[in-house]
């Protein structure tokens, strides 16, 4: 798969993207959170931040800014705790991951059945 | 077009360009109006048509992503042959089908290769359910992926993918994946939309099923 190509990646360059850090608190953020921007990108501001912002003016997935930046999950979860923290971004959270029951409930699952019908 | 060749592609074009300029955004936006996101894994060996199925549903193009599993995670999971190595990466394709004006299901297919198991409660807890895709010339290739749904409690039903003559029936299938009678197993072809869609559509029915059999439980 393309684990020889990130291997051959610099990590100084992702170290350089979250400011040194290196964990999230993981269970801020799912996978398919979604992000939306509450301010514009400002000048000088990060370009990995400014992206964000651009890119979740219509709410965004997670899973969806790491693809477009062609960052790691965890580095893209750095990211957003830091605007997420400053008020720049606001989270949709997935109700099924509040959820500690390991079976959806039947009415959402319904709606999904209608949803897919559709297809 | 071909699985395996896509999948491919789809490797190839996830690495080694971090922090190169993002490409125009092939995908749709979200309405605004969508406060929920679900989640379904699609789980099979390299090449079993897992990227072709997400392709035959999803409302964008599949997109890929990676994720590392660091030196501080691989002290705690045991990975065998990688634990020379500082990070492990896992990639995985998604694709997404709005599902009406509030809730988006992503579809997410993933590599059912032992290292990826680790990473499955960080990235695909709070999922639905899964879909393990069979590929019936390496049955034994699933047998690993059905043992740890299992083990994660994941409900999830079995897929052939299925585009030509079947050397084998579903039951004698049934038989070499020990699969026990209540979980669903059936045929589809991963490059048809309609055969996919109905893959899906069988295992929310298997959810709801087992969903309202536990909320009637005493």
């Known amino acids: 798969m393309i684990r020889e190509a990130i291997d051959g990646e610099n990590p100084d360059r992702l170290y350089t993207v979250t400011a040194g850090r290196s964990r999230a608190d993981e269970n801020a953020f799912d996978l398919v959170t979604l992000i939306v921007s509450e301010s514009e990108p400002a000048p000088g501001m990060q370009s990995e931040l400014a992206a964000i912002l651009r890119m979740c003016r219509t709410p965004t997935a997670l899973v969806e800014i790491a693809s477009e930046l062609r960052l790691p999950v965890s580095v893209v979860k750095i990211l957003l705790c830091d605007l997420h923290d400053t008020g720049r971004v606001s989270a949709r959270h997935p109700s099924s991951a509040a959820v500690k029951t390991p079976l959806p409930r039947p009415e959402i699952l319904k709606q999904v059945l209608v949803g897919l019908k559709k297809l | ?218």
């Not at chain 2, 309609?194 to 969903?211: A, D, E, M, Q, W």
């Open chain 2, 1 to 218: 077009m071909d699985s395996r060749s896509s999948e491919l592609a789809g490797g190839q074009l996830g690495g080694g360009q971090l922090l190169s300029p993002a490409p125009p955004r092939a995908s749709l936006p979200l309405a605004d109006s969508i406060t929920d996101a679900l989640k379904i894994v699609i789980v099979g060996g390299f090449g079993v048509g897992k990227t072709t199925m997400v392709r035959a549903v999803s409302e964008i193009r599949p997109l890929s992503t990676e994720e590392t599993m660091t030196g501080a995670g691989i002290g705690i999971d045991d990975t065998g042959g990688v634990r020379e190595k500082n990070t492990t990466t896992v990639a995985f394709d998604f694709g997404r089908i709005t599902l009406n004006e509030r809730m988006v299901l992503y579809l997410f297919g993933a590599p059912g290769q032992e290292r990826f198991w680790f990473l499955w409660d960080r990235l695909f807890a709070g999922t639905l359910g899964a879909v393990v895709l069979v590929d019936t010339r390496r049955v034994a290739d699933s047998w690993y992926a059905i043992d740890r749904l299992e083990h994660h409690g994941m409900p999830f039903i079995v897929a052939r993918n299925n585009f030509g003559e079947p050397e084998h029936t579903l039951p004698q299938l049934r038989d070499a994946l020990s699969l026990s009678d209540d979980i669903p197993l059936v045929d589809c072809d991963a490059r048809q939309r309609s055969s996919s869609k109905s893959v899906l559509i069988s295992l929310v029915n298997h959810l709801y099923t087992l969903s309202t059999a536990q909320e009637t439980s005493p």
